[in-house]
């Protein structure tokens, strides 16, 4: 069965500093890679998708993130943080049964400090 | 066009009460979702479905029953809630590349 692991239930940057949050998965084949938003009190949004085309894949609100098959890693970037981008960011794999669904990590709460 | 709607938003319960929370799509897709988001654990799926009459167990299925009559609608059925069952649901359709389009949940309190 797939997993996805995200390193780190909280983490903090200064606003204006780089953004890193980790994400690494198993699959037994390759997968579609998603990373989702969370704003407090709201649904989840999709923030960007690699479904194997372009290993860089560029997101919403300047957040990108890299497909890296060796690494089995799909970690989250932003050059500078913003104090709007707290929240919770979740990382997923697609289902590899024919579900039509996805794993979901356990989250990274960011937060932003003015 | 509403996407991805759920009612009610907000729901307390007693413990052995019933209920069901509904999910409706106007987008036309075929496959359909139903997952838990706890604290700490992210969302799990709880049953899933690929079409009108097709349903089958996600991952922590014990205690939802789900059937799909039409392609447009895909209710969650708590048949006797616990305090375990607290939660926010949230209802999903899945796009041709995996993409899952939410709806914005239901949160609920079992006392």
């Known amino acids: 069965a797939q997993s996805v692991t995200q390193l780190g239930s909280h983490v903090s940057v200064s606003e204006g500093a780089l953004v890193l949050l980790r994400c690494n998965y198993s699959?037994?084949?390759?997968?579609?890679l998603f990373w989702y938003v969370q704003y407090p009190n709201q649904g989840l949004q999709l923030l960007l998708k690699?479904?194997?085309?372009?290993?860089l894949v560029k997101g919403i609100n300047g957040f990108e993130a890299e497909f890296k098959k060796s690494e089995t890693s799909f970690h989250l970037t932003k050059p500078s943080a913003h104090m709007s981008d707290a929240a919770e960011y979740f990382c997923?794999?697609?289902?590899?049964?024919?579900?039509?669904?996805?794993?979901f990590g356990s989250g990274t709460r960011l937060q932003v400090q003015p | 066009n509403a996407g991805v709607t759920q009612t009610p938003k907000f729901q307390v319960l007693k413990t052995g009460q019933s209920m069901t929370l509904q999910c409706a799509q106007d987008?036309?897709?075929?496959?359909m979702s139903w997952y838990r988001q706890d604290p700490g654990m992210g969302l799990r799926l709880i049953h899933y479905?690929?079409?009108?009459?097709?349903?089958d167990q996600g991952e922590v299925p014990n205690g939802y029953n789900v059937s799909r009559s039409t392609t447009e609608d895909f209710p969650l059925r708590l048949l006797s809630a616990a305090p375990s069952q607290t939660s926010v649901y949230f209802c999903?359709?899945?796009?041709?590349?995996?993409?899952?389009?939410f709806g914005p949940g239901t949160r609920l309190t079992v006392t």
């Open positions: 999903a359709v899945s796009g041709s590349d995996y993409e899952q389009y």
């Open positions: 997923a794999v697609s289902d590899v049964t024919g579900r039509r669904a996805l794993t």
């Open positions: 690699y479904t194997s085309a372009a290993t």
């Open positions: 987008m036309n897709h075929e496959y």
């Open positions: 699959s037994s084949v390759p997968p579609y």
């Open positions: 479905s690929v079409g009108a009459g097709i349903t």
